[in-house]
């Protein structure tokens, strides 16, 4: 990692979701933790080397209303709680995250932990935490603008925003299945700026 004087030590937590470790998101990846200045404390979740079960289920024992109890995802909960910034990295698949990734919001972000509600108005217990969310798609940028304007946000608008979470910068790699070799390295030159920037 790079030293970094001026910046305030935080506690980041990468939160990468991908499966193949040669693939351009394996690249961001390994970007970004690398570029982080040694300062901070840094913790990953890798989600498919953890094999992280994302099936969020009820039944006696386990009852929704004690999602935030959970203890199978109490390590999760801990580290997301020891976070001062959190850095999302996944490609978008079917116009949003991947499934394993959903499954980590569902179990870890649950209601009493990651947010409340006074009345019928969603309150945040997550503040205080800052976000960075990394992602790539095949689609076209206009494409993903213009006609699916959804297309990769609901994280940082309709999950992380309302548990607290802000300001959450978002970076995205567009048409990545037809990009050239000199667009990929110039993205993940920017990738490693902002990680230095951190």
């Known amino acids: ?21 040669n693939g351009f ?6 970007t970004v933790e690398k ?13 498919y080397k953890d094999k992280y079960n994302p099936v969020l289920y009820f039944d006696d024992t386990h009852k929704r209303r004690n999602l935030q109890f959970d203890e199978e995802v109490k390590g999760y909960r801990e580290i997301v709680s020891w976070a001062t910034h959190l850095i999302f990295i996944f490609p978008i ?13 569902d179990r870890v972000f649950a209601k009493g932990f990651a947010y409340e509600y006074k009345g019928i108005v969603p309150v945040g217990l997550l503040k205080n935490k800052t976000s960075w969310i990394i992602t790539t798609h095949d689609t076209p940028s206009f494409y993903a603008k213009i006609v699916q304007q959804d297309y990769g946000k609901v994280l940082k608008k309709q999950v992380l925003k309302m548990c607290g979470i802000t300001p959450t ?26 990680a ?3």
């Open 196 to 198: 230095q920037k951190i």
């Open 35 to 47: 570029n982080i200045s040694s300062k901070h404390h840094v913790k990953v979740i890798d989600l």
């Open 25 to 30: 998101n394996s690249a961001i990846f390994s």
């Open 1 to 21: 990692m790079v030293q970094n004087k001026r910046s305030t030590a935080k506690n980041i937590v990468i939160i990468y979701a991908y499966p193949n470790d």
């Open 93 to 105: 698949w079917w116009g949003g995250m991947p499934a394993i990734l959903k499954g980590f919001i």
């Open 169 to 194: 910068t978002v970076h995205t790699m567009s048409f990545l299945r037809y990009t050239k070799e000199k667009s990929r390295k110039r993205f993940l030159q920017r990738m490693t700026k902002e």
